[in-house]
């Protein structure tokens, strides 16, 4: 809400210089006063971002090792990454296969262990097989840590975690079961069944029903090739065919969501099984226009990829984190000591209600910029300040939006 305010308030800010840049002066100004105003102004901008974001020590080397890319939720934090490297003045490099592999995880590692790069992030897809080639690139003196996905027995420093396991475990099947009205069979339908993450949030969610929902039952879990969009597709139709009473899918990776929403649709029973996920703004939003999807929960990717370079930095400096972390440009991260493990924030749940929420703000903004632009209405000093306000916008609110 803070976020919104202030981008607001800055609308109305830059809103009053367009006008002005856009009016006629009535009376001329000597030049020497609007240049030395000039760059006073562009001193104290300066100053303000200096002291917002403290520069790192040298132009460090993070490279982030993503499970796949090319999907929404991971070019968002990839977003996230090079904005941070722009702030703090290092190099992010992200490292990734359009496929979700383990072996191809342990080959770009490798990789980067011959560039001598300094520090590596990773998304873990497999835990075993990944562990080994994590404690090379440590022997080697590269900085290891992990982000989304985590390998808690690995050498790694830290988990730069989108939230806590248990919490985005719990708030989904929480969700899909009020949705459900308390009772009903539910289908599960994962990624690769080696993803040490999708596996968590499963296990708390089991656990969650057998806890508290007596007449819940979860009655298969079914995982995926690589998290296919096409196999989740046959995953929940077998699921339907199988249990023709189930009431809830879940589909666990957010590329599972589309095939699961499409099951339903392509089944006919949009209304009478409700589906949730683990799905971005983007992905979900026309599932949960058509009713094929109820609701997802997510976090910001594009800050957990800020904070995943923030950490790596500290990491690098010998920096140690406080319980309470105030990261520029970011807000507020707690940190738990004896899971090593430094918290992006709560989960969020997308519904109808909130998946268009930013959407038509900043198409606003991007429409009254072009069109202004076409009439030749702008100044080139208000051109420069508009374009000042789309970047604040743009890093105000997840990119994957």
Same mark, same amino acid.
């Given at each position: 809400?803070?976020?919104?305010?202030?981008?607001?308030?800055?609308?109305?800010?830059?809103?009053?210089?367009?006008?002005?840049?856009?009016?006629?002066?009535?009376?001329?100004?000597?030049?020497?006063?609007?240049?030395?105003?000039?760059?006073?102004? +562009?001193?104290?901008? +300066?100053?303000?971002?200096? %002291?917002?974001? $403290?520069?790192? +020590?040298?132009?460090?080397?993070?490279?982030?090792?993503?499970?796949?890319?090319?999907?929404?939720?991971?070019?968002?934090?990839?977003?996230?990454?090079?904005?941070?490297?722009?702030?703090?003045?290092?190099?992010?490099?992200?490292?990734?296969?359009?496929?979700?592999?383990?072996?191809? &995880?342990?080959?770009?590692?490798?990789?980067?262990?011959?560039?001598?790069?300094?520090?590596?992030?990773? %998304?873990?897809?497999?835990?075993?097989?990944?562990?080994?080639?994590?404690?090379?690139?440590?022997?080697?003196?590269?900085?290891?840590?992990?982000?989304?996905?985590?390998? $808690?027995?690995?050498?790694?420093?830290?988990?730069?975690? &989108?939230?806590?396991?248990?919490? /985005?475990?719990?708030?989904?099947?929480?969700?899909?079961?009020?949705?459900?009205?308390? *009772?009903?069979?539910?289908?599960?339908?994962?990624?690769?069944?080696?993803?040490?993450?999708?596996?968590?949030?499963?296990?708390?969610?089991?656990?969650?029903?057998?806890?508290?929902?007596?007449?819940?039952?979860?009655?298969?879990?079914?995982?995926?090739?690589?998290?296919?969009?096409?196999? !989740?597709?046959? &995953?929940?139709?077998? =699921?339907?065919?199988?249990?023709?009473?189930?009431?809830?899918?879940?589909?666990? !990776?957010?590329?599972?969501?589309?095939?699961?929403?499409?099951?339903?649709?392509?089944?006919?029973?949009?209304?009478?099984?409700?589906?949730?996920?683990?799905?971005? $703004?983007?992905?979900?939003? #026309?599932?949960?226009? *058509?009713?094929?999807?109820?609701? *997802?929960? /997510?976090?910001? #990717?594009?800050? =957990?990829?800020?904070?995943?370079?923030?950490?790596?930095?500290?990491?690098?400096?010998?920096? #140690?984190?406080?319980?309470?972390?105030?990261?520029?440009?970011?807000?507020?991260?707690?940190?738990?000591?004896?899971?090593? /493990?430094?918290?992006?924030? +709560?989960?969020?749940?997308?519904?109808?209600?909130?998946?268009?929420?930013?959407? $038509?703000?900043?198409?606003?903004?991007?429409?009254?910029?072009?069109?202004?632009?076409?009439?030749?209405?702008?100044?080139?000093?208000?051109?420069?300040?508009?374009?000042?306000?789309?970047?604040?916008?743009?890093?105000?609110?997840?990119?994957?939006?």
């Amino acid at each position: 809400m803070k976020r919104k305010i202030y981008l607001v308030l800055s609308v109305l800010l830059v809103a009053s210089v367009i006008v002005a840049g856009c009016s006629p002066v009535a009376e001329p100004v000597a030049e020497e006063a609007v240049v030395e105003e000039a760059v006073a102004e +562009e001193a104290v901008v +300066e100053e303000a971002v200096e %002291s917002e974001f $403290p520069q790192a +020590e040298q132009n460090w080397r993070i490279a982030f090792i993503p499970q796949l890319i090319g999907i929404p939720y991971f070019d968002a934090m990839k977003a996230g990454g090079d904005r941070a490297a722009e702030a703090f003045g290092v190099t992010y490099m992200d490292v990734g296969s359009p496929e979700a592999s383990a072996a191809e &995880q342990v080959r770009l590692i490798e990789n980067l262990i011959q560039q001598e790069v300094d520090a590596i992030s990773i %998304s873990v897809l497999d835990a075993v097989s990944l562990n080994p080639v994590m404690q090379r690139a440590e022997e080697a003196g590269i900085v290891v840590y992990t982000s989304d996905s985590d390998s $808690p027995d690995s050498v790694r420093d830290v988990y730069v975690a &989108q939230s806590m396991d248990i919490d /985005l475990g719990y708030k989904l099947i929480d969700t899909l079961i009020d949705l459900m009205g308390g *009772s009903g069979q539910i289908g599960i339908v994962s990624g690769e069944s080696t993803a040490t993450n999708l596996n968590a949030w499963i296990t708390y969610m089991q656990e969650r029903v057998e806890m508290e929902y007596p007449d819940v039952e979860i009655v298969d879990v079914r995982y995926t090739t690589g998290g296919s969009t096409e196999d !989740a597709l046959r &995953q929940a139709e077998e =699921l339907m065919t199988r249990f023709p009473d189930i009431t809830g899918l879940v589909a666990v !990776a957010s590329t599972t969501v589309p095939g699961v929403a499409q099951a339903i649709e392509n089944a006919g029973r949009v209304g009478e099984v409700d589906v949730i996920g683990y799905g971005s $703004p983007n992905t979900v939003r #026309p599932y949960i226009k *058509s009713g094929a999807m109820s609701a *997802s929960i /997510l976090w910001d #990717p594009e800050a =957990l990829g800020y904070l995943n370079v923030w950490a790596g930095i500290q990491l690098l400096e010998g920096k #140690p984190f406080q319980a309470e972390n105030d990261v520029p440009g970011h807000g507020q991260s707690k940190y738990f000591e004896d899971l090593e /493990l430094l918290l992006l924030g +709560e989960p969020l749940v997308i519904t109808v209600d909130n998946v268009d929420e930013i959407t $038509p703000f900043l198409k606003l903004l991007f429409a009254g910029f072009h069109h202004l632009n076409l009439k030749h209405e702008l100044t080139e000093h208000s051109l420069l300040f508009l374009n000042v306000l789309l970047e604040i916008a743009l890093i105000s609110f997840p990119h994957d939006y």
